[in-house]
């Protein structure tokens, strides 16, 4: 830690996925924030260059963000029982990104994501509420809509615990979530914001890539700002060709909202509308690749 730091001691530490408590790392201060203890890693997370973290209570709580290679091997032990510490990426073998999810629908064989065990998969998301286990990786709830018999209260029951959830799922659509703004911003405040008190960190409707949904979004933080509520994160949806064009509408986004926003987009595909002009396996490939990169 950068300024003070609980006497060291020798014990093992317990660690708890990527995180354990009364640990720390020695130096490599990156940057140093206010904030409470279970905001620290996702904080981490959106930071650029931040690999681990600790936060301690020093000067009301603070989280402070570290850089460099590091392992959870590193971390040591300290007499001080509050303090946190713990990686977004583990040097040791069978490393997962902390960026790297996957989309698996409920109706797919449950027992099927055990295939990326041991993979890169950091977390996982299935349009619902209901759990999708894949070994070591967060699962992230999500409340489709509030129409077509989609539950609000059923929802925060469920999500109660999840570390992150997601919103509606392209409300600006007449087939998908099919809310307005001014809708959705009232039920964001009723169903989704609540979890912000129980550390959840809250990820926007997901828009899909038009400029319908850009101007929804746009509307709907508009919105939800005047009754008081906030997103952390934008969830965003493309499908199209070339990586310039993927990356290019990423930036969009995130310019006409504010830049103020991380982003996590939750679908994505190499595709084509146009049947006379389909994509080849090779471009899909090519594209995964170098997306995947970024």
């Given at each position: 830690m950068g300024v003070l730091s609980a006497r060291i001691v020798k014990r093992d530490i317990n660690w708890n996925g990527n995180w354990a408590m009364a640990c720390d790392f020695n130096d490599n201060d990156l940057s140093n924030v206010r904030i409470a203890p279970n905001?620290?890693?996702?904080?981490?997370?959106?930071?650029?260059?931040?690999?681990?973290?600790?936060?301690?209570q020093w000067n009301g709580g603070t989280c402070w963000m570290k850089k460099g290679p590091i392992s959870k091997s590193n971390a040591f032990s300290t007499t001080d029982q509050t303090m946190v510490c713990g990686v977004v990426t583990d040097g040791g073998s069978?490393?997962?990104?902390?960026?790297?999810?996957?989309?698996?629908?409920?109706?797919?064989?449950?027992?099927?994501?055990?295939?990326?065990?041991?993979?890169?998969?950091?977390?996982?998301?299935?349009w619902s509420p209901w759990r999708t286990d894949i070994a070591g990786a967060e699962f992230v709830p999500m409340l489709w809509s509030t129409n077509r018999g989609h539950d609000g209260n059923q929802f925060l029951t469920l999500a109660k615990g999840a570390k992150s959830v997601l919103g509606f799922n392209e409300p600006e659509r007449g087939?998908?979530?099919?809310?307005?703004?001014?809708?959705?911003?009232?039920?964001?405040?009723?169903?989704?914001e609540p979890l912000r008190a129980q550390g959840a960190r809250l990820g926007s409707p997901a828009i899909a890539s038009t400029d319908q949904g850009l101007n929804w979004i746009k509307q709907f933080l508009n919105e939800l700002n005047k009754i008081g509520g906030r997103i952390d994160f934008l969830a965003l949806h493309w499908y199209g060709r070339g990586v310039d064009n993927f990356i290019n509408w990423?930036?969009?986004?995130?310019?006409?909202?504010?830049?103020?926003?991380?982003?996590?987009?939750?679908?994505?595909a190499c595709t084509s509308w146009n049947s006379n002009q389909p994509v080849s396996q090779q471009e899909v490939n090519d594209f995964m690749r170098q997306s995947i990169a970024r």
């Open positions: 905001l620290c890693g996702p904080k981490c997370v959106d930071t650029p260059g931040c690999t681990h973290f600790t936060w301690s069978g490393s997962r990104s902390n960026k790297r999810g996957i989309a698996w629908p409920l109706e797919n064989k449950q027992d099927s994501p055990n295939i990326f065990t041991g993979g890169k998969i950091s977390w996982v998301y299935n087939e998908q979530a099919n809310m307005s703004p001014v809708d959705a911003a009232y039920a964001w405040k009723q169903y989704i990423i930036t969009r986004v995130r310019q006409e909202t504010g830049n103020q926003y991380s982003v996590w987009v939750t679908e994505f």
